[in-house]
């Protein structure tokens, strides 16, 4: 038996996370899956907490996705391959993989599958999203074609945290990012730190970074010390905000990449903004319907784009990770075990911890 498929035995049952419509979190057990003739099972050996899972647990729904009945959480996850279907030859048991959660049907007769825009698949499974159950559990059957083989140099944390690094890429793609563009960046949350590490492997200059939380600042500058951070007080009005952004950056934003998601960040973004500028949104905040400042930002030409997902982005983020060019390491502050999940959303949701990143590992 290899010593990777031990644990098969080790730890015969397979333990979950999930929330209830009633905003409980708790350990579900049930038997260890087969995998289908084009599945792997994976030993899921890292999970990253997300701020939809934590609003899932929260609220129990984003948008029009609601939690109705217990819903497993997670979808940053990496693990070992410990069993392959009967199809699957591209990958191999103990075989080290980033789990991409997003599984379009891929389809002739779907457009966005066959134009290369399978995020936006209308029948894509995604992992976490109600009603299909998340990755934060000991075992995952996931189809092989969408896990992605790590290299040596890359550990199941920094896998993991591969998810999160695709919503930057996809950003700094669909954004139009150029070496040597001036950014602001709204929000040094995990999002937000994440997009940092890419701009600033990306060329961005000079990059203003901002957020209410001056540990997250502190934690922006000691990943990547050129950036200038601007500290937003609380029911600060956007203009003033948008002033000093303007201040430290030395001009006005090409453009902004906004990662919270909240209305007053996304309207100090757009007065941030240089004529012709860009304010992409890639946060997603806890409000339905947003109102912006309109008239300014039509007489000033400032487009207003939004981000959903990410696609073909795992092995680019895989090179860049391998490579040396993004360091995710520092973005994990806190580690639990599985057993102790409930600990580790308890850590994720409180502003106190000062968590940046948290994982639930499986050894």
Not at 89 to 114: F, K, M, N, W, Y
Not at 242 to 267: F, N, P
Request: proline share 6%; glycine share 8%; with cysteine.
């Amino acid at each position: 038996m290899s010593s990777c498929t031990e644990v098969l035995t080790a730890k015969p049952t397979n333990l979950s996370v999930a929330t209830t419509p009633n905003h409980e979190l708790k350990h579900i057990e049930s038997a260890i899956p087969e995998p289908g003739a084009d599945e792997c099972l994976v030993h899921v050996r890292a999970t990253g907490i997300c701020g939809s899972d934590v609003h899932f647990w929260k609220h129990g729904a984003i948008g029009e996705s609601l939690v109705t009945t217990d819903l497993g959480l997670g979808h940053e996850s990496s693990g070992i391959v410990v069993k392959t279907g009967s199809n699957v030859t591209s990958l191999h048991v103990g075989d080290r993989v980033a789990i991409e959660c997003g599984v379009p049907c891929l389809q002739p007769t779907c457009e966005l599958c066959r134009i290369g825009k399978y995020n936006g698949c209308p029948n894509i499974v995604f992992y976490s999203s109600p009603p299909v159950d998340g990755t934060l559990r000991r075992y995952h059957c996931h189809p092989a074609a969408w896990l992605h083989k790590l290299p040596e140099n890359v550990s199941f944390e920094e896998g993991a945290l591969l998810e999160p690094l695709s919503v930057a890429l996809a950003g700094i793609d669909r954004s139009g990012l150029r070496l040597g563009d001036p950014l602001v960046i709204c929000g040094a949350g995990p999002i937000g730190l994440v997009v940092l590490l890419a701009a600033h492997a990306a060329g961005a200059a000079p990059i203003v970074i901002t957020d209410i939380d001056e540990n997250r600042l502190r934690m922006a500058k000691d990943l990547v010390p050129r950036v200038r951070t601007v500290q937003v007080e609380r029911e600060q009005k956007a203009e003033e905000v948008a002033g000093e952004i303007k201040k430290a950056l030395g001009r006005e934003a090409k453009l902004v990449i906004e990662c919270t998601g909240m209305e007053s960040s996304i309207h100090a973004g757009i007065y941030a903004s240089r004529f012709g500028g860009s304010v992409f949104i890639i946060g997603l905040g806890n409000q339905t319907t947003q109102q912006y400042p309109f008239t300014y930002a039509s007489f000033r030409e400032i487009d207003i784009r939004f981000q959903f997902r990410y696609r073909e982005t795992y092995p680019k983020a895989i090179t860049l990770v391998s490579e040396g060019l993004i360091d995710l390491r520092p973005l994990v502050t806190h580690r639990f075990s599985l057993e102790d999940a409930k600990d580790a959303f308890v850590a994720a949701s409180t502003p106190s911890a000062k968590a940046v990143k948290v994982q639930i590992l499986d050894s």
